[in-house]
C-alpha cells in the first residue's frame, strides 16, 4: 500500500476550481517533486494534504495516509496526524516560527503537546535535532529567537521542527525560494541527507531542484496533473506539450543567448563608489566598499552575489536614491552629484530603473495609462492629452498589452504584465540606461523568458544599456555580455559571460556556479560546497572578506586584503586568482 | 465626472453605506426644510404651552421647551449647527492633517523632527483650558468653535499619516516616481496622499462625531453655541434639567444626536471599503 493515495481530488473556490480530478500516490521513503507555475495548484494540493485549507474551499475526492482518510476527518484527529505522520517546511520560515518564543522551547512544544518525550528527553532530544540540522553551537541556538538567526540557519530550524517527530510524510513548499543559491544548496542537501525514511513531496517551480533531489515528479498546470514519471525519463522525454515548454523556459548556465554587436562608447561610469548606512547607537553599516562599474552603449552587465553583497545598493547609489559617501558617478561624461531630486532633470531621464516586485512598483491608486504617462508629464509638458495617450498606447503595445489594459489599475494585471507596464515607464523616454533590479525574480519561467526577451528587443532596437542585478546566474548567463561578483560589498570577479562561466578564478565565484541546481539529471549541480552564510556587513572579516568560508583560504587572505589582478582579460581580486585552476 | 459615476456605483452596491447615508440626508433635509415649513419660530416664547407635550397641535410635533419655545423647530436648528461643525471641523482637520503629516513624513529628518516636535506641543495644552481662554479673550463666538475643535483635531490625523507616509516613501513607485523626476510637490499629493484614502477615510468617520461630542460637551458645559442659538449638546443640557416631567427635552435631542453619530460610524466603516481601489473588480 502507497503510503500517501490521492484520489480523483478536486479543490473548488466557487466557481474556480483550483485542483482538478487530481490523482497521485507516494511511496514510503520516496521523494517526490511537484512542479508547475505559480496558480497551478501546487501550494493547493499540499495544504488539502495537511487539511490547511481556508473553510471557503469545497473538496472532493480523497486523500488517505497509511490508510487513514484525510479529507472530511475531525480537526482532532488531522492533528494527531499532522504530528506524527506528516509535517510540512514553508517558504518563509520567518512567517512560520514564531517570533517571541526561542526556538529550542518551540520544538520542546511539539514534542510536549503530543506526549512523545517528557520536559528532561524533550530537551535532549531537540539538542540532538539541532544538531542533525547543521546548526552550530546548538546550546545557543537552543535559547535563540527566530530573529537572531540567519535566514538559512532559521530554515534549518524549521526542518528540524518537522522532523522532529520523525513524520512518514514531509511536504516542502518550495523550501529555499527565498534564500540564496549557496544556502539553498546546503539546505536541499541537508533534506535529503536527514530525512533517512521520510517520504519528501518537494513543491517548487525550480526544475533544477527538481533535477538533483527528486526521484519521481509530477507536473501540474491549472490545477491538473499534466504529467508524470520518474524524474530521468520526464526530463529526457517529456510527453506533454506544458512539460517541454517549462524544461525549455528554465535557464541553464551552459546556453547562452545574447544579441551580438560590439558594445560603443562608456555611457554609465560609476568610481569608487561606497554606501554607508547609520545604524543607531551601532557603527555604521559599510554596504559598499569602493566599487567601480562602467556600462558602454548596447552592453548588458549583470551584477550577481548573495543578498547583502551591496548590488542593490551600489545601484542605488548610482542612481542617486540613497546617499554615495564616496566615489562618482558619469553619465555621457557628465558629473552627476547627490541625491537625484539635486541632479539635472535632463540626465533624469537617462537612467531608469525595473524593481523586481512589479505589483509593488506600481502605484495602486493609479490606473495603467496614467502611470506610463507619468514621465511624459514630467519631461515633455508641452505634450497634449491625445498626442501622450498616443505615445503611451504606442509604449505599451512595444511591450505587448493591447491598449483594453489602459484603464486597468495594478491589482486588476498578472505579475508578467505588471512587469511590462514597468518596463514601459522605464523606457517611454527612451533612456540611455535600464536598471534591472532582480526584474524577473518573481516571475514563472515561460514569463520570464517574455520579459529578458523584451529587454533584448529593447537593446537591439535602440542601443540600450542594461545593468541586470541578479541572485540568479542562470538568468545571468542567458541575458548579460559582462558579469561583476560582489561579495560584502565589493567586486570580486569582473569578466565577460563566456570567461565566466566557462572558467571562473575566484572561488567564490565558483562555488556560486556550482551551487546552482541545472534542470538536468545527469549532472543536477546544487552541490553545497560552501559552508555558512554570508557574514554581517557590521562586522566583517579580517584581510580578504571571503576568507572564512573559502576552501582555498590561506594564512595571507586573513591578514591581507588582496588587490585587483588581471588574469585572462578577468579582473579578479583573490591571492591565488591564476593557481586555481591547478590545484583542483 | 466618471470618476463620481464609478464612486456612486461602488457606494451603491453597500448596504451599510445606503442605509445610514439615507437617513443621514433624510434628517439633513428635514432639518433644513422644517424650521422654514413650521409655523412656529425659535426665538417664540410662549408662557402658556411651556413644556407642553409631544402633539400635533400647532404642529409642535416634538413639543416646546421651559420657555415654550418649539422644540421641534429647536432640534432641527441644533441639528444644522451640529452638522456644520462636524463638517467643517473634520474638513479642517482634513485638509491641515494630512498636508502637515505628509509632508512631514516624507520629507523625513530634520525637518519631521521639527515638525512633529511642534506637534507634540500642541497635544501638551490642555483642550478645555485652550477653550476657556479663547472664550475669555474673544466674545463668545461661533467661529471660535470651529477654530477650538478643527486645532485638536488635525494633530491625530496628522500624526496618523506621518506614519503612513514613512512607510509609503519607502514603496518602490514612490522611488521609481523619484527617478523619472516628479516633483516633491506631486509625489506628496499624487502618489502618497491617493494611498492614504483607506486610513483617512477611517479616521475623518472618527473625527466627525468626536467632532459632533466635542461640541456637544462644549455646549452642555455653556462653553458653546449661546442662546438663543442652539444645539443638540445645548438642548440636551437644557432637557437634562427637565428629565422629570418633561423628559422629551432630554430624549429627543439625545436620539438625535445618537442616530446621527450612528450613522456617520456605520457610513465611514462602509466608505472605507468603497474607497480602497484594490477591491474593484
Same mark, same amino acid.
Given at each position: 500500500?502507497?503510503?500517501?493515495?490521492?484520489?480523483?481530488?478536486?479543490?473548488?473556490?466557487?466557481?474556480? /476550481?483550483?485542483?482538478?480530478?487530481?490523482?497521485?500516490?507516494?511511496?514510503?521513503?520516496?521523494? +517526490?517533486?511537484?512542479?508547475?507555475?505559480?496558480?497551478?495548484?501546487?501550494?493547493?494540493?499540499?495544504?488539502?494534504?495537511?487539511?490547511?485549507?481556508?473553510?471557503?474551499?469545497?473538496?472532493?475526492?480523497?486523500?488517505?495516509?497509511?490508510?487513514?482518510?484525510?479529507?472530511?476527518?475531525?480537526?482532532?484527529?488531522?492533528?494527531?496526524?499532522?504530528?506524527?505522520?506528516?509535517?510540512?517546511?514553508?517558504?518563509?520560515?520567518?512567517?512560520?516560527?514564531?517570533?517571541?518564543?526561542?526556538?529550542?522551547?518551540?520544538?520542546?512544544?511539539?514534542?510536549? *503537546?503530543?506526549?512523545?518525550?517528557?520536559?528532561?528527553?524533550?530537551?535532549?532530544?531537540?539538542?540532538?535535532?539541532?544538531?542533525?540540522?547543521?546548526?552550530?553551537?546548538?546550546?545557543?541556538?537552543?535559547?535563540?529567537?527566530?530573529?537572531?538567526?540567519?535566514?538559512?540557519?532559521? *530554515?534549518?530550524?524549521?526542518?528540524?521542527?518537522?522532523?522532529?517527530?520523525?513524520?512518514?510524510?514531509?511536504?516542502?513548499?518550495?523550501?529555499?525560494?527565498?534564500?540564496?543559491?549557496?544556502?539553498?544548496?546546503?539546505?536541499?542537501?541537508? %533534506?535529503?541527507?536527514?530525512?533517512?525514511?521520510?517520504?519528501?513531496?518537494?513543491?517548487?517551480?525550480?526544475?533544477?531542484?527538481?533535477?538533483?533531489?527528486?526521484?519521481?515528479?509530477?507536473?501540474?498546470?491549472?490545477?491538473?496533473?499534466?504529467?508524470?514519471?520518474?524524474?530521468?525519463? +520526464?526530463?529526457?522525454?517529456?510527453?506533454?506539450?506544458?512539460?517541454?515548454?517549462?524544461?525549455?523556459?528554465?535557464?541553464?548556465?551552459?546556453?547562452?543567448?545574447?544579441?551580438?554587436?560590439?558594445?560603443?562608447?562608456?555611457?554609465?561610469?560609476?568610481?569608487?563608489?561606497?554606501?554607508?548606512?547609520?545604524?543607531?547607537?551601532?557603527?555604521?553599516?559599510?554596504?559598499?566598499?569602493?566599487?567601480?562599474?562602467?556600462?558602454?552603449?548596447?552592453?548588458?552587465?549583470?551584477?550577481?552575489?548573495?543578498?547583502?553583497?551591496?548590488?542593490?545598493?551600489?545601484?542605488?547609489?548610482?542612481?542617486?536614491?540613497?546617499?554615495?559617501? /564616496?566615489?562618482?558617478?558619469?553619465?555621457?561624461?557628465?558629473?552627476?552629484?547627490?541625491? +537625484?531630486?539635486?541632479?539635472?532633470?535632463?540626465?533624469?531621464?537617462?537612467?531608469?530603473?525595473?524593481?523586481?516586485?512589479?505589483?509593488?512598483?506600481?502605484?495602486?491608486?493609479?490606473?495603467?495609462?496614467?502611470?506610463?504617462?507619468?514621465?511624459?508629464?514630467?519631461?515633455?509638458?508641452?505634450?497634449?492629452?491625445?498626442?501622450?495617450?498616443?505615445?503611451?498606447?504606442?509604449?505599451?503595445?512595444?511591450?505587448?498589452?493591447?491598449?483594453?489594459?489602459?484603464?486597468?489599475?495594478?491589482?486588476?494585471?498578472?505579475?508578467?504584465?505588471?512587469?511590462?507596464?514597468?518596463?514601459?515607464?522605464? %523606457?517611454?523616454?527612451?533612456?540611455?540606461?535600464?536598471?534591472?533590479?532582480?526584474?524577473?525574480?518573481?516571475?514563472?519561467?515561460?514569463?520570464?523568458?517574455?520579459?529578458?526577451?523584451?529587454?533584448?528587443?529593447?537593446?537591439?532596437?535602440?542601443?540600450?544599456?542594461?545593468?541586470?542585478?541578479?541572485?540568479?546566474?542562470?538568468?545571468?548567463?542567458?541575458?548579460?555580455?559582462?558579469?561583476?561578483?560582489?561579495?560584502?560589498?565589493?567586486?570580486?570577479?569582473?569578466?565577460?559571460?563566456?570567461?565566466?562561466?566557462?572558467?571562473?578564478?575566484?572561488?567564490?565565484?565558483?562555488?556560486? %556556479?556550482?551551487?546552482?541546481?541545472?534542470?538536468?539529471?545527469?549532472?543536477?549541480?546544487?552541490?553545497?560546497?560552501?559552508?555558512?552564510?554570508?557574514?554581517?556587513?557590521?562586522?566583517?572579516?579580517?584581510?580578504?572578506?571571503?576568507?572564512?568560508?573559502?576552501?582555498?583560504?590561506?594564512?595571507?587572505?586573513?591578514?591581507?586584503?588582496?588587490?585587483?589582478?588581471?588574469?585572462?582579460?578577468?579582473?579578479?581580486?583573490?591571492?591565488?586568482?591564476?593557481?586555481?585552476?591547478?590545484?583542483? | 465626472?466618471?470618476?463620481?459615476? &464609478?464612486?456612486?456605483?461602488?457606494?451603491?452596491?453597500?448596504?451599510? !453605506?445606503?442605509?445610514?447615508?439615507?437617513?443621514?440626508?433624510?434628517?439633513?433635509?428635514?432639518?433644513?426644510?422644517?424650521?422654514?415649513?413650521?409655523?412656529?419660530?425659535?426665538?417664540?416664547?410662549?408662557?402658556?404651552?411651556?413644556?407642553?407635550?409631544?402633539?400635533?397641535?400647532?404642529?409642535?410635533?416634538?413639543?416646546?421647551?421651559?420657555?415654550?419655545?418649539?422644540?421641534?423647530?429647536?432640534?432641527?436648528?441644533?441639528?444644522?449647527?451640529?452638522?456644520?461643525?462636524?463638517?467643517?471641523?473634520?474638513?479642517?482637520?482634513?485638509?491641515?492633517?494630512?498636508?502637515?503629516?505628509?509632508?512631514?513624513?516624507?520629507?523625513?529628518?530634520?525637518?519631521?523632527?521639527?515638525?512633529?516636535?511642534?506637534?507634540?506641543?500642541?497635544?501638551?495644552?490642555?483642550?478645555?483650558?485652550?477653550?476657556?481662554?479663547?472664550?475669555?479673550?474673544?466674545?463668545?463666538?461661533?467661529?471660535?468653535?470651529?477654530?477650538?475643535?478643527?486645532?485638536?483635531?488635525?494633530?491625530?490625523? &496628522?500624526?496618523?499619516?506621518?506614519?503612513?507616509?514613512?512607510?509609503?516613501?519607502?514603496?518602490?513607485?514612490?522611488?521609481?516616481?523619484?527617478?523619472?523626476?516628479?516633483?516633491?510637490?506631486?509625489?506628496?499629493?499624487?502618489?502618497?496622499?491617493?494611498?492614504?484614502?483607506?486610513?483617512?477615510?477611517?479616521?475623518?468617520?472618527?473625527?466627525?462625531?468626536? !467632532?459632533?461630542?466635542?461640541?456637544?460637551?462644549?455646549?452642555?458645559?455653556?462653553?458653546?453655541?449661546?442662546?438663543?442659538?442652539?444645539?443638540?449638546?445645548?438642548?440636551?443640557?437644557?432637557?437634562?434639567?427637565?428629565?422629570?416631567? !418633561?423628559?422629551?427635552?432630554?430624549?429627543?435631542?439625545?436620539?438625535?444626536? &445618537?442616530?446621527?453619530?450612528?450613522?456617520?460610524?456605520?457610513?465611514?466603516?462602509?466608505?472605507?471599503?468603497?474607497?480602497?481601489?484594490?477591491?474593484?473588480?
Amino acid at each position: 500500500m502507497s503510503l500517501l493515495q490521492v484520489d480523483a481530488l478536486t479543490v473548488r473556490y466557487g466557481d474556480v /476550481a483550483a485542483v482538478n480530478d487530481l490523482s497521485f500516490s507516494i511511496e514510503r521513503g520516496e521523494s +517526490v517533486g511537484l512542479v508547475g507555475e505559480s496558480g497551478s495548484g501546487k501550494t493547493q494540493t499540499a495544504m488539502a494534504i495537511l487539511g490547511l485549507l481556508p473553510p471557503t474551499a469545497r473538496t472532493n475526492g480523497s486523500i488517505r495516509l497509511g490508510g487513514t482518510e484525510l479529507l472530511g476527518a475531525s480537526e482532532k484527529n488531522l492533528n494527531a496526524l499532522r504530528a506524527r505522520k506528516m509535517a510540512i517546511v514553508f517558504q518563509d520560515p520567518m512567517q512560520a516560527l514564531n517570533p517571541f518564543v526561542r526556538v529550542g522551547a518551540q520544538l520542546g512544544r511539539i514534542l510536549l *503537546q503530543h506526549k512523545l518525550a517528557d520536559r528532561k528527553r524533550a530537551y535532549a532530544q531537540v539538542l540532538e535535532m539541532l544538531e542533525r540540522v547543521g546548526l552550530p553551537d546548538v546550546e545557543r541556538q537552543y535559547a535563540a529567537y527566530p530573529h537572531q538567526m540567519s535566514g538559512g540557519m532559521r *530554515q534549518r530550524a524549521m526542518i528540524a521542527s518537522a522532523l522532529i517527530t520523525e513524520p512518514e510524510l514531509l511536504i516542502a513548499d518550495e523550501p529555499t525560494t527565498a534564500l540564496d543559491v549557496t544556502v539553498q544548496a546546503q539546505i536541499l542537501e541537508l %533534506l535529503a541527507e536527514i530525512r533517512r525514511d521520510t517520504a519528501l513531496l518537494l513543491i517548487t517551480h525550480d526544475l533544477g531542484v527538481v533535477a538533483g533531489h527528486c526521484e519521481r515528479m509530477l507536473v501540474l498546470e491549472g490545477g491538473a496533473l499534466v504529467e508524470q514519471g520518474t524524474t530521468q525519463s +520526464v526530463f529526457a522525454h517529456p510527453q506533454h506539450a506544458h512539460t517541454s515548454s517549462l524544461l525549455a523556459a528554465a535557464p541553464r548556465l551552459d546556453r547562452a543567448d545574447i544579441p551580438g554587436g560590439a558594445p560603443g562608447d562608456v555611457v554609465l561610469q560609476v568610481e569608487n563608489a561606497a554606501v554607508t548606512y547609520a545604524m543607531q547607537g551601532r557603527e555604521a553599516l559599510h554596504a559598499v566598499r569602493g566599487v567601480d562599474l562602467t556600462v558602454r552603449e548596447s552592453e548588458t552587465i549583470a551584477v550577481v552575489g548573495e543578498s547583502g553583497s551591496g548590488k542593490s545598493s551600489l545601484v542605488r547609489a548610482a542612481l542617486g536614491l540613497v546617499p554615495m559617501q /564616496a566615489g562618482r558617478v558619469a553619465l555621457c561624461g557628465v558629473h552627476l552629484q547627490g541625491l +537625484v531630486e539635486e541632479r539635472p532633470k535632463a540626465t533624469r531621464r537617462s537612467v531608469q530603473l525595473v524593481f523586481q516586485d512589479p505589483a509593488g512598483s506600481l502605484n495602486p491608486q493609479m490606473r495603467v495609462a496614467k502611470i506610463v504617462a507619468e514621465p511624459l508629464r514630467v519631461h515633455k509638458p508641452t505634450l497634449g492629452e491625445l498626442q501622450r495617450l498616443e505615445s503611451v498606447t504606442a509604449m505599451l503595445e512595444k511591450v505587448g498589452l493591447s491598449a483594453e489594459y489602459l484603464d486597468r489599475y495594478p491589482h486588476q494585471l498578472s505579475g508578467g504584465q505588471a512587469q511590462r507596464v514597468a518596463i514601459a515607464r522605464a %523606457l517611454i523616454l527612451k533612456p540611455k540606461v535600464l536598471i534591472c533590479d532582480e526584474a524577473v525574480a518573481a516571475l514563472d519561467g515561460t514569463v520570464r523568458e517574455q520579459i529578458l526577451k523584451l529587454l533584448r528587443d529593447a537593446q537591439t532596437e535602440s542601443g540600450l544599456s542594461i545593468i541586470f542585478i541578479s541572485h540568479d546566474l542562470s538568468v545571468v548567463r542567458a541575458v548579460s555580455h559582462r558579469v561583476m561578483v560582489m561579495y560584502m560589498g565589493a567586486t570580486v570577479e569582473l569578466a565577460d559571460n563566456e570567461s565566466l562561466f566557462g572558467n571562473a578564478k575566484h572561488p567564490y565565484t565558483r562555488a556560486l %556556479l556550482e551551487a546552482v541546481p541545472v534542470p538536468d539529471p545527469e549532472h543536477a549541480g546544487g552541490k553545497a560546497t560552501l559552508d555558512g552564510e554570508i557574514p554581517s556587513a557590521l562586522n566583517p572579516p579580517s584581510g580578504c572578506a571571503f576568507h572564512p568560508r573559502c576552501p582555498y583560504a590561506q594564512e595571507i587572505c586573513s591578514a591581507e586584503a588582496p588587490g585587483e589582478r588581471t588574469v585572462d582579460g578577468a579582473l579578479v581580486k583573490c591571492h591565488f586568482a591564476g593557481e586555481l585552476l591547478e590545484r583542483r | 465626472m466618471k470618476a463620481l459615476l &464609478a464612486i456612486w456605483r461602488r457606494v451603491r452596491t453597500s448596504h451599510a !453605506a445606503m442605509v445610514s447615508g439615507g437617513i443621514l440626508v433624510g434628517i439633513f433635509v428635514i432639518a433644513i426644510v422644517g424650521p422654514v415649513v413650521s409655523p412656529n419660530d425659535y426665538l417664540q416664547t410662549n408662557f402658556d404651552k411651556m413644556l407642553s407635550p409631544p402633539g400635533i397641535a400647532q404642529l409642535q410635533i416634538f413639543g416646546t421647551d421651559d420657555l415654550g419655545r418649539d422644540l421641534f423647530v429647536r432640534s432641527m436648528l441644533g441639528v444644522q449647527v451640529t452638522i456644520v461643525i462636524a463638517i467643517v471641523a473634520s474638513f479642517v482637520s482634513l485638509v491641515i492633517g494630512v498636508a502637515y503629516g505628509a509632508i512631514a513624513g516624507y520629507m523625513g529628518g530634520r525637518v519631521d523632527a521639527i515638525m512633529m516636535r511642534f506637534v507634540d506641543t500642541l497635544y501638551a495644552l490642555p483642550f478645555i483650558f485652550f477653550v476657556i481662554l479663547l472664550m475669555v479673550a474673544f466674545e463668545r463666538n461661533f467661529l471660535l468653535i470651529f477654530v477650538a475643535i478643527g486645532a485638536i483635531n488635525w494633530l491625530d490625523m &496628522a500624526r496618523i499619516v506621518r506614519g503612513q507616509t514613512l512607510s509609503l516613501r519607502e514603496r518602490e513607485f514612490v522611488q521609481a516616481a523619484r527617478l523619472t523626476g516628479v516633483s516633491t510637490l506631486r509625489i506628496i499629493f499624487r502618489h502618497i496622499a491617493p494611498n492614504l484614502i483607506g486610513v483617512v477615510i477611517v479616521y475623518v468617520t472618527l473625527t466627525i462625531p468626536q !467632532a459632533i461630542l466635542v461640541e456637544s460637551f462644549l455646549s452642555f458645559l455653556g462653553l458653546g453655541i449661546q442662546e438663543p442659538q442652539t444645539s443638540l449638546g445645548a438642548l440636551v443640557d437644557a432637557g437634562v434639567n427637565q428629565t422629570e416631567g !418633561a423628559s422629551w427635552m432630554l430624549l429627543i435631542p439625545a436620539a438625535l444626536l &445618537a442616530i446621527i453619530l450612528l450613522c456617520f460610524n456605520f457610513l465611514g466603516d462602509a466608505m472605507r471599503d468603497v474607497f480602497d481601489a484594490r477591491d474593484e473588480r
